[in-house]
Each structure stands twice: as C-alpha cells, then as structure tokens.
T-cell receptor, first 119, second 113 residues
C-alpha cells in the first residue's frame, strides 16, 4: 500500500520557538493532505486540509497564524507550529488520500505521527 | 454535519472471547465508514471500510463490521480475541464527496489472559 512518512518522529522545543513538521507521500502524489492533532488518550481532531499550490483550509477554532501549513509539492506538506507553548504539546498526524472520493478504491493513508513536546 | 459515537472508552475481553466494539454514526447523506487501529505511539492503520457495497465488511486481522442503516450502526467484531489485538480503535466517517474523515473518541481494547 501507499506510504506516508513524517519527520521528525519526535521533537522537543522551548516555549516561544517554532518547529516544522514534514509530511511526505513516498510513492504517490497527493494534491490534498490532512493534519490532525491528538492529545494523550484522546481522539484525532482534524486541524486543516492542506492543498497543493493553494492556501490550506482550517477547521473552526484552529489558529491559521499559529499553525502554518505549506503544501509546496505533490509529495510534501509542512506544518509549522509558530511561537510554540506547552499547550501545543501533542501528537501530530498527517494523512494523504489515494483514489477518488466516492469510489471504492478511495483510502487515506496516515503517517506515523510526530510527538511535539514544548518545554 | 456527520459524526460518530463510540460506546465505551474502554473494553476488556478475555483472550479467545468475542470482541465487540460499538459505533453509531450520524450523517445526512449515505456515509463512508471506517475502523482504524492505533498501537501506542504509532499512526493509524485501516482495519476495514464501508463504501456502500456489501453491508458486511471483512477487514484485516480477522475483524469485520456490519453496516446497519436502520440502526445507524457500524459495530466492529472479531470472533476470537488475541493478545495482539490490544490497541486503540477508532470509528470514523466521511461523506461520499468530501474526503475529510471525522473520528470518534476511540475505544481502548484490553485483552485479559
């Protein structure tokens, strides 16, 4: 099946600094990617939809100036957490779809996640 | 808006016993439904999906789920639990023409020896 990678797998940063997380589709192209965050022992919450060559679409309540998303190529989306604070500590997961929505071959593939700890 | 509700944040079953994880959905149009499994500190792996074909869907690792429109349910079952099944399970929904996936809160499955 398709593979989605994330880098780094974990990162520790100091409060007030920015950190960038990469999401790559390794063997397929993805015009759309999704970013989720997951707090400990909780579900995944969709943060935003990353669109190649255009602006990301953010879910209600997600600060777009704090969580900068860039989808510069068909295989790479980045999430930058700006001026990170301890409450931003979380597990960030990206996904990329293969196939067309509405078809039986449609499936989303998830990256392994990035654990961010802000001290 | 679509949503899913998973009944029971924790479920414990004995090894070899039936596994039943409950999921009910809410959607204004026929939904796509999914079950994912997550092992500690890992991403999600698709177990199975319902895409308006057969209502009984078979997935990996011996899991299956049945789509029941009248009950708006998509419960996950496995006839005989194995220790390796211990993980977090998420039910999820998306619309046919919208590829955003909305997740339930998850159910942690514990397998008792």
């Amino acid at each position: 099946g398709a593979v989605v990678s994330q880098h780094p797998s974990w990162v520790i940063c100091k409060s007030g600094t920015s950190v960038k997380i990469e999401c790559r589709s390794l063997d397929f192209q993805a015009t759309t990617m999704f970013w989720y965050r997951q707090f400990p022992k909780q579900s995944l919450m969709l943060m935003a939809t990353s669109n190649e060559g255009s602006k990301a679409t953010y879910e209600q309540g997600v600060e777009k100036d704090k969580f900068l998303i860039n989808h510069a190529s068909l295989t790479l989306s980045t999430l930058t957490v700006t001026s990170a604070h301890p409450e931003d500590s979380s597990f960030y997961i990206c996904s990329a779809p293969v196939g067309q929505p509405g078809r039986t071959d449609y499936e989303q593939y998830f990256g392994p996640g990035t654990r961010l700890t802000v001290t | 808006a679509q949503s899913v509700t998973q009944l029971g944040s924790h479920v414990s079953v004995s090894e070899g016993a039936l596994v039943l994880l409950r999921c009910n959905y809410s959607s204004s149009v026929p939904p796509y439904l999914f079950w994912y499994v997550q092992y500690p500190n890992q991403g999600l792996q698709l177990l199975l999906k319902y895409t308006s074909a057969a209502t009984l869907v078979k997935g990996i690792n011996g899991f299956e789920a049945e789509f029941k429109k009248s009950e708006t349910s998509f419960h996950l079952t496995k006839p005989s639990a194995h220790m390796s099944d211990a993980a977090e399970y998420f039910c999820a929904v998306s619309l046919n023409r919208d590829d955003k996936i909305i997740f339930g809160k998850g159910t942690r499955l514990h397998i008792l020896p």
